[in-house]
């Protein structure tokens, strides 16, 4: 019985987020409250970690600044964190790469086979009017098939 009332708050609380690992370059806009106004504030950095399961997962996010190593220790599905974009893959062999902390300068941050990718979570709506005429055009591959074949 409680199991069931858990996972049923469990999946209200689920948003959409892309599949992060570590060793990421990963944004974070998390919204920052400032006495009476709140404004949003963007974290980039390396995935160093991941934690936790469900709706309690965690990403530990690593970046330099101004020359110090600053790391954040985010809950991923966490209502002050607004969205999540992934700028860049990094293939690691580790499920933690913590080594980076002893790093310094531009190797602090390098990680192996980098490759360029632009993730979000936000969901794309496509407009009416493109879908329709898209559907309207013929392709010319198949007029081409058509007179070889005469």
Known sequence: MDNKLFEKIEKDQYKKRP???VGDTVKMYLKIKEHN???VQVFQGVVIGIKGLGVSKTVTVRKISYGVG???IIPLYSPMLEKVEIIKRGTVRRSK???LRGRVGKRALKISNLKDVYETDEV???V???AEAQEEVPTQPEVAQSESQE
Do not use: C, H, Q, S
Request: charged content about 55%; hydrophobic content about 20%.
């Open 19 to 21: 599949d992060i690992k």
């Open 37 to 39: 106004k709140e404004r």
């Open 70 to 72: 600053v790391e954040k």
């Open 97 to 99: 790469i913590t080594y």
């Open 124 to 126: 794309e709506v496509p």
């Open 128 to 130: 009416e009017g493109e």
